[in-house]
């Protein structure tokens, strides 16, 4: 397979952070409910743990780029193996192995660049794949702002993040996970039914060779357990869910709890109400707080800012959140599920804070964003193999409060909290803020009977500015926020 593009502007940005079972390229080779592949320890370790042929491939991308006649290039290399099962009545219903190796290769000819990618090179395949991607970059339209990153801010050291964990497990402990986490759930009285049950690992790593001398690579592991959970029966059924990720089995939740949390909540769930149309506080849950987060960060994307197409592209040093607000992505954080100790360019990267004392006090950059906006890389370059780089961010979290929960609702007579949120209407453009919401109402301070069918309606200007958060952080995703407190959305019901 084969994919090329030439125009940084018409290509998007893959982030390679958060899950190496996701990585661009990777075939299947097993799926069957009856035939469960084992991830053996002996096959995942040399074999994958070994970089040095995908380092090699990459070097001589690179060098083949430079004879062809570019002026620069970089290569980019990504290995991914994992191994999933999904359970549902006690019985494996599918399991699946995948794998695979691919390659990418940008080439700049002046200010035109291309990008080719391939998980197939054989032969002289290497030769041929380099002068094909200088010849469509030769005819490539031109963009003044791309480049190689500046060296001086190329990654010298790689600090140890501990990201793999090299006791992948086998399936028969993947189907032991799963069916433990829907016994659990099962067993939450109130629970009709399972909707599933599923865990899965896998190893992915990264190569980046470039001709201005960089070489870095990284190897990641991920573990997941999950399952959902149904209420009730026939038009009245409710289904929630839980789960864990993380790079390090010892990380993640128990299988029993993880189905105990999808049981409780699909229960809690029952019998929702309705309620009229209001302005009140809501309040959202951990699950969902991260969304706002979420929201800003898109926001503050270097590629919108230079579009013109952000609601807060006049907004670098402006105090969007009360003083006590700090919004920070750590790419270094140990055994973070986006972590990695550089960018897709090679820069080296560190942790930052977006939002500080409430102001926001950078865009999230790679080189070419950055010379477009006359600024300097934040080193928030991120790529796949068939895509130019473009800047995303690492592992974000809203610091925590110093209110509990319970005191952050306490004072509310009458409002909405938030558990579910449905569909993606938010733009990022104007900053009007529109979702779909299940969750609970709040009387009196305390959490009540649930609620279902409900929207929210705001502007997210308005949101940041009213934002109150509680001191319970966890970090348990790429994205994490304590409960938060926004003042006067409009509540749609009835």
């Known amino acids: ?44 370790g040399a074999e994958l743990f070994d970089q040095s042929a995908l380092s090699a491939l990459a ?17 980019v290399a990504l290995r991914g193996i994992s191994q999933g099962v999904e359970v549902r009545d006690g019985r494996v219903e599918e399991s699946e192995r995948s794998e695979g190796d691919d390659v990418g290769l940008r080439v700049l000819v002046g200010q035109r660049q291309a990008v080719v990618s391939t998980n197939d090179i054989g032969g002289d395949g290497i030769a041929r794949l380099a002068e094909r991607a200088v010849a469509m970059a030769r005819v490539a339209p031109v963009d003044k702002y791309v480049g190689l990153a500046d060296s001086a801010l190329l990654a010298k050291n790689f600090p140890d993040l501990d990201l793999l964990d090299p006791d992948i497990p086998e399936v028969a402990e993947l189907e032991r996970r799963a069916r433990e986490a829907e016994a659990a759930g099962l067993a939450v009285k109130g629970v009709t039914k399972s909707g599933g049950a599923s865990a ?12 201005a001398g960089f070489h870095g690579s990284y190897l990641r592991s991920s573990q997941a357990i999950s399952m959902t959970a149904i209420s009730g029966e026939g038009t009245s059924m409710e289904r929630d869910y839980d789960y864990t990720s993380a790079p390090h089995a010892a990380d993640l939740e128990k299988p029993d709890v993880v189905g105990r949390v999808a049981g409780e909540r699909a229960v809690a769930r029952t019998n929702p109400r309705k309620v009229v149309t209001s302005k009140v506080p809501v309040v959202y849950d951990p699950r969902v707080s991260s969304s706002l987060v979420g929201h800003l960060v898109g926001a503050v994307n270097g590629a919108s800012i230079a579009r013109k197409t952000s609601f807060l592209k006049d907004k670098l040093g402006a105090q969007l959140f009360a003083s006590n607000i700090r919004i920070i992505d750590d790419p270094l954080r140990k055994r973070g599920l986006r972590s990695q100790s550089f960018d897709a360019e090679g820069v080296e990267v560190k942790k930052l804070a977006i939002v500080d004392g409430g102001v926001l006090t950078t865009w999230l950059l790679d080189s070419a964003t950055a010379r477009e906006l006359g600024l300097k890389t934040t080193g928030h370059a991120h790529r796949g193999v068939s895509s130019s780089p473009s800047p995303g961010p690492y592992n974000l979290h809203l610091e925590p409060g110093e209110v509990t929960p319970e005191e952050l609702i306490g004072d509310i007579k009458q409002g909405f909290y938030v558990t579910d949120l449905i569909g993606s209407g938010v733009n990022g453009v104007t900053g009007d803020y529109s979702r779909g919401a299940s969750g609970f109402w709040i009387e009196n301070g305390k959490i009540t009977y649930p609620v279902s069918e409900v929207t929210l309606a705001g502007h997210l200007l308005d949101m940041f500015r009213s934002m109150a958060v509680a001191n319970n952080l966890e970090f348990r995703y790429g994205v994490n926020a304590p409960t938060v407190r ?7 019901g009835r």
């Open 1 to 44: 397979m084969l994919e090329v593009g030439a125009n940084r502007a018409h290509l998007v940005a893959l982030a390679l952070a958060a899950a190496p079972l996701q990585m661009p390229g990777i075939s299947f080779v097993t799926s069957s409910p009856s035939a469960s592949p084992t991830l053996s320890k002996p096959a995942a």
């Open 59 to 75: 070097e001589r991308l690179v060098e083949a780029a430079k004879r062809a006649g570019a002026d620069a290039a970089d290569a």
């Open 200 to 211: 899965s690992a896998g190893i992915g790593g990264m190569v980046l060779v470039t001709s």
């Open 486 to 492: 926004i003042e006067g959305l409009t509540l749609g």
